[in-house]
């Protein structure tokens, strides 16, 4: 043993090895005994004076670095040195070793060893540098042309999970005051927990310092997330700041198991991802923002084509060249021309050539002042129909071309000149109305003077004596009486037509028994009946005492008017029938005569105004105003009922008239009195001689 440690000493010093930390070894192989020197028992990390065997290095190295001191056994055959790189633990920590050595005396193995641990640590720096390079590279290739978000935080997790033990990873992005966690569709089960949801505070307090930030779990906020990352053997969270243009637009975060932290060169290596990731984050939202600006354009571009192809109003755009560049379908069919003469012609000569003027000045006013609303222009369809058209008009932005949206108004302007035309009729039933109660009140005046002055000088006629001359004075006074009273019918017709025009004229209701009030008229008729041989004759069907709400004198004035009627329509010798009957709701009155009757021509308008001018050349076979029958109508009306004319089978004419029995009395309803309701009861006799004074 002495002579293997000396000639191990000798090859030492003599030209294998070289320095103090070195020491030297020998081994016999025939023998399998070994000696070692004290710097490589300390090396080895055994007590001085260990012996060196083959069993004594399996039990200090373990299975796996033992494995290659078997290689070598296997290899001394055939070679003659050897070099071999193993792991010994020393106080806990890992040391490289390097043994070389060589056969010696053909059973005789010599050499040295050495701690090679530093060399070996640089090494592995320089492999774990030149596989975080290539992993950059490899996921810069794959995410070089890559705008999907999703698919960057995918292949960014599987890059970091190559370099170090990741249990779960996440990249959180704020923007336009959102932050939110961006999960891929395609996660670990692991990644689908709510340890890292949106409400993930330290992701947050890194984009808003932009600082890393790094807990132990137990320091962990959230008592569920933190319990969840503890059952996942997580020992530390870090999250790293994502920056682009000055800001902190996202944040990386990683939960590891490694229990002394991440080493520096992982943290470089997470930085330099980080910076690669600012420009494919910013990238990526640009994207998104495209996108979605694109879809949301697409979709306002799509309803504003089916807007513009479903719109009942008319959408058209001019180009520059004043040509329809569009149309929509309604104003297609509105004009009614093919589609393809539309877009090739001016816009202009499809307007009206009175038009044609005003609408250059409005191209010119739009493309001056960039819109003009609520202008009208008139179009010619091409069947030669004329329509107006109110139209909004827009200039396009950045364009010379410009937008009219335009609705039909064509029924709008006939309503409009039809209601000017009616409000000039209007105005001049108006003048009219206002002109005949003037000139009724004008007459008023003059004629009731003359029936004063006429009733004074009878009165002194009568006093004066029976001779010649008074009655030829009492003629005179006759006529002029009963031509005052015709004048006077006249304007109280007038005036009384007037006012009805007007709603002027109203009921003065009072409970009146219906047999006696039309009983009272018929006796005030029968003197004028009488001096042309004619009989009145009146019957009713109805229980006396029978009483209804009504105008008396309005009443009067209908029946004194029917039956001046039919005694000018009467021949002498005829016959007048006055009949009264009643139902539940009314009463009706019949004035019935056996005259010439009314002319069928004439029937359908025997109560209108002035009706007797439609009879033409028809001489007219009595005095009468031709107010008379309309202004019945009216007053029948006004009492809730209906009037009617016919002509009887065997010859002259009926009247009739109901009255409503639903009219309730009580206090007179105000209003204009006529100048007949303002005459007294005992006054009847005037208002006969007023309504019968045309006979």
């Not at 890194?206 to 996942?232: A, N, W």
């Not at 020992?235 to 994502?242: D, L, S």
């Not at 008139?378 to 950045?398: F, K, P």
């Amino acid at each position: 043993m002495q002579d293997l440690g000396k000639e191990a000493e000798q090859c030492h010093s003599s030209k294998l090895f070289l320095g103090e930390d070195i020491g030297c070894w020998g081994y016999d192989l025939s023998s399998g005994t070994g000696w070692w020197s004290k710097e490589a028992q300390r090396l080895h990390g055994v007590a001085s004076g260990t012996p060196l065997s083959l069993q004594f290095i399996k039990m200090l190295l373990g299975a796996e670095e033992w494995q290659k001191f078997v290689d070598i056994d296997e290899q001394l055959e055939q070679i003659d040195r050897f070099c071999i790189q193993y792991r010994v633990k020393q106080e806990g920590q890992e040391r490289w070793l390097e043994a070389t050595g060589e056969r010696i005396d053909g059973e005789m193995l010599a050499g040295s060893v050495r701690d090679v641990t530093a060399a070996w640590n640089e090494q592995e720096q320089l492999r774990n540098r030149r596989l975080e390079f290539d992993l950059l590279n490899r996921y810069l290739e794959r995410t070089a042309n890559t705008v999907d978000l999703q698919e960057i935080v995918i292949d960014a997790q599987s890059t970091v999970r190559r370099i170090m033990d990741v249990l779960i990873f996440g990249i959180f992005v704020y923007s336009d005051g959102r932050f939110y966690r961006v999960i891929p569709d395609r996660v670990d089960e692991q990644d689908e927990a709510a340890a890292f949801s949106d409400e993930h505070p330290l992701a947050y307090r890194t984009v808003q310092t932009g600082k890393i930030v790094e807990v132990p779990i137990e320091e962990y906020p959230d008592l569920q997330v933190r319990e969840y990352l503890l059952h996942t053997k997580a020992r530390k969270i870090i999250c790293f700041p994502i920056r682009g243009d000055g800001r902190t637009i996202a944040a990386l975060s990683v939960a590891h198991s490694q229990n002394v932290g991440i080493t520096p060169e992982q943290c470089e290596f997470l930085r330099t991802l980080c910076r690669y990731l600012s420009a494919q984050i910013k990238n990526a939202m640009l994207f998104e923002q495209v996108k979605k600006e694109l879809k949301e354009r697409t979709r306002a571009e799509n309803d504003l084509n089916t807007i513009f192809d479903e719109s009942i109003d008319f959408i058209a755009t001019i180009g520059p060249e004043n040509k329809f560049c569009r149309i929509n379908a309604a104003f297609i069919k509105k004009l009614g021309y093919p589609k393809r003469i539309l877009l090739s012609r001016p816009f202009f000569e499809f307007i009206d050539p009175l038009d044609r003027e005003y609408a250059h000045y409005v191209l010119r006013q739009v493309r001056t002042c960039g819109a003009m609303r609520g202008f009208c222009h008139r179009y010619v369809c091409i069947d030669g129909q004329v329509i107006h058209l109110e139209i909004n008009a827009t200039l396009m932005r950045g364009e010379d071309s410009l937008v009219m949206i335009a609705r039909d108004i064509t029924n709008q302007k006939q309503i409009e000149a039809r209601n000017l035309e009616l409000e000039r009729s209007f105005a001049m039933e108006k003048l009219k109305s206002e002109f005949f109660a003037n000139l009724s009140h004008e007459f008023k005046t003059p004629i009731n003077i003359i029936l004063s002055s006429l009733q004074l000088l009878t009165m002194k006629l009568k006093r004066s004596g029976t001779g010649d001359w008074s009655e030829d004075y009492k003629k005179l006074c006759s006529y002029i009486e009963q031509n005052s009273y015709k004048l006077l019918r006249l304007t109280a017709n007038l005036v009384d037509s007037t006012r009805i025009d007007n709603s002027h004229l109203a009921l003065r209701l009072e409970r009146c028994e219906i047999i006696p009030a039309v009983q009272e008229s018929v006796a005030s008729a029968l003197p004028y009946a009488e001096t042309k041989g004619i009989t009145i004759s009146f019957a009713a069907s109805l229980q006396e005492g029978t009483s209804i709400d009504c105008d008396r004198d309005m009443v009067d004035r209908i029946l004194l008017n029917l039956l001046s009627n039919a005694i000018k329509n009467t021949p002498e010798g005829g016959k007048i029938q006055v009949l009264v009957s009643a139902s539940e709701k009314e009463i009706e009155v019949a004035v019935k005569d056996n005259g010439g009757g009314i002319p069928i021509e004439l029937l359908p308008y025997i109560f209108e105004r002035f009706c007797t001018t439609r009879l033409g050349g028809l001489v007219r076979r009595s005095d009468g105003g031709g107010l008379g029958l309309s202004i019945c109508k009216a007053l029948v009306e006004m009492h809730h009922g209906v009037i009617s004319a016919e002509n009887n089978p065997d010859g002259g004419a009926t009247f009739r008239f109901t009255l409503s029995r639903s009219l309730h009395g009580g206090e007179p309803v105000g209003g204009v009195a006529t100048l007949k309701q303002n005459l007294s009861r005992d006054n009847h006799l005037k208002r006969a001689q007023i309504e019968l004074s045309d006979l």
